[in-house]
């Protein structure tokens, strides 16, 4: 079973940057080939994508892209997203989701709140 541990969440004050890891254990492996990502989940919304990566290959959510950078370590199995600027509307559960073999794997996640 992989297993996701999502770290770095907190508090951060509304134009402030934040920086999230998530790091992945356990099998089948996350290769460089599989899907990595950031989603994540406001009060009384659904889960939304915020970014994620194929091998070099990005993709983000519009209302991030030009603030989040997504990057991933493949030797320590991990994926950051650099959050800058961060936006009130920002705040929310972030979870990380790692795909292995077409199945999707997810964190815990990790709460962030974002203060004007």
């Known amino acids: 079973q992989v297993q996701l541990a999502e770290s770095g969440g907190g508090s951060v004050q509304a134009g402030g940057p934040l920086r999230l890891s998530c790091a992945a254990s356990?099998?089948?492996?996350?290769?460089?080939?599989?899907?990595m990502g950031w989603y994540r989940q406001a009060p009384g919304k659904q889960r939304e994508l915020v970014a994620n990566?194929?091998?070099?290959?990005?993709n983000y959510a519009d209302s991030v892209q030009g603030r989040f950078t997504i990057s991933r370590d493949n030797a320590k199995k991990a994926v950051y997203v650099q959050m800058n600027s961060v936006k009130p509307e920002d705040a929310g559960v972030y979870f990380c989701?790692?795909?292995?073999?077409?199945?999707?794997?997810w964190g815990q996640g990790t709460q962030v709140t974002v203060s004007s």
């Open positions: 989701m790692g795909r292995v073999r077409g199945h999707d794997y």
């Open positions: 990566m194929y091998v070099k290959t990005t």
């Open positions: 356990g099998s089948p492996f996350i290769s460089s080939g599989d899907v």
